[in-house]
């Protein structure tokens, strides 16, 4: 058993708001993410995914394959956008890089094709010092 | 003489749209930059100095003041920020990369204190693949 | 359940010499790191939590208050530090990479506060080809 | 319990082509790596053990030890090398950076001393976007 | 007049000897650089221009343009290639790094459009550690 | 003519510690860096060089002259070295990196080999967010 590791980016706004809290709340709990302008990044994720080594190919996925769906998945409908308006889900949801991990882990295993290795992890950064994962 | 360089970062969000031309063109110069919700990096901005080592203190500049400069006139206008909207020359300027090294240089220049060695460089990376340098 | 990891940094000074130990074994064992002037390093520290994503406001944890923990607990009484003469636990301990880990994990377990997510990680860089991580 | 990561790297060729596969499949499969010529990579390899802290020394291996085994079993063979032509595994595996990963492995686990902490992981990077990984 | 740098990758296999030196030369000067059966690397590409910005778009350059002539030019012809056998230049010149900076900036000068801003830099990493930069 | 840079690292401790000014001027100047305790650093130092590129091999410069050169006169005698005590320029002067540039420029200088090509730049980093340059 292997686990693969593909390291893929896009750029995007965000607006930290919750319509659960008044105004007050949005902005002690978000500070200055809650500016009512947005801001962005540059989001580093990682889809890593466990199988077996084939013993005539030598390969544990096809990656084409991993790379078309996560680009057609996550990388086309959140490159440069803004989350809040234009990804359905943070409709309902504040666009934090905790919920962005359980979208992108969602709609990645909503869509996972039968034949490929397990899903096993996802690591999105917002910047290099703050990260996360979700594990299935 | 001796060159210092300082890094700082700053997260924000923008759209390239010129007024002075049409739809058609706007989408066809700028492509998925033109989308108009907008969408966001991480910046890294770097500052260079250039002087003499003060052969007292064996510095070349006062590190604390230099930052407390770039801080108040370039990270805290611009840090979780929508350029187009927040920051007054791209009222009127296209906040490409470009025209944000020349924005941060001018401003720098204009605040720059009598005693500081002289602003040399400032290079501003929207992302690590994509690098501008303008040389005052 | 999500996973957060922080990134922070300090830099240190420390001379690896084992009281329980000769001059002979010390120098054979710990190499130019028993050097009696002592050297030092830039530490990477990442502290990784595990908890679940609060609906209302869509975070794992309040990032002010983790980062006021670990500046508090860590940051401050080591960085720009000797660790042989001013951190309390290499009186008796060397300060090598796997007792730092250890004290820092056990610095943060002492005072991690009650409604805070499980503290799940310490992982820390001496170069970023020297790492050590411990599970609590 | 300490986990300690060291990391090394090498520089080799390699043609992705399998004798089990015809030529058409070999195309399809591998596209631009299974080039007749070849190409090539710096490699990034990471050695993660996992042993107790030695309360007299410190550390929980002797690095010197750990780095001349990783040395003479993966980096001596491998580094500079055409990993077809001269690493006798790959003459009946195909070199894919899995079977690449699995063969360190097999490698360390025969070579490993008695007296070491146990070998935990095994990590190759063949790209800073392509990494895969083994935990024996 | 602002700098715009634009990083590009390939990977490619080589052999360093030279036909103008013998056996014992060869060997000496390239040590195993000179192994018969060659190695690889991960080479990263910068290339830098100059120009100034237009007042209407705000871009110092059109970068579909540049990228479409560097990949053209460089990353097709070099990418997953064995750089002795298939770049036509190093039938007679050594593949040093030196000598394809030379090649990669003698390519791109050849082919510069005459609209385009002045090439100003081409650097080039081996590893990174090693680094070759020519200025036209 | 080209530029050729080699990375080379080492780790040291100092203390910043002016002997021409009191005690409340040196905490007011170096802040935390006066801890008479000392601290240190991962420091990174490049060194560039320009010259021909040899027509019969291929090379600018003789690698291995230029990092045995390197290192005998900078990475042995600074590497896991408290700098304040153990290389002589710092018994006078302050050990900033300012003077830490200047001093290896100049103790590269002197043992310059008559036959290499010309020493262009030392480039010197502290952090990654804090760098110094002498151009000789």
């Not at 504040?94 to 962005?100: A, C, F, I, S």
Request: aromatic share 8%.
């Amino acid at each position: 058993m292997i686990r693969l590791t593909r390291r893929y980016g896009f750029s995007a706004s965000h607006r930290l708001h919750s319509q659960q809290l008044d105004e007050t709340a949005n902005r002690q709990i978000y500070g200055k993410c809650n500016n009512p302008f947005g801001h962005g990044h540059n989001y580093v994720v990682e889809v890593s995914v466990k199988g077996r080594v084939d013993p005539e190919t030598g390969l544990a996925v096809e990656l084409s394959a991993l790379d078309n769906l996560v680009k057609r998945i996550v990388i086309e409908p959140f490159d440069h956008r803004n989350l809040n308006e234009e990804v359905s889900e943070f409709g309902s949801l504040v666009p934090t890089t905790e919920n962005l991990a359980v979208v992108i882990d969602q709609r990645l295993r909503a869509a996972w094709p039968a034949g490929f290795p397990r899903l096993e992890k996802i690591r999105i950064a917002e910047t290099e010092r703050n990260i996360f994962e979700v594990n299935g």
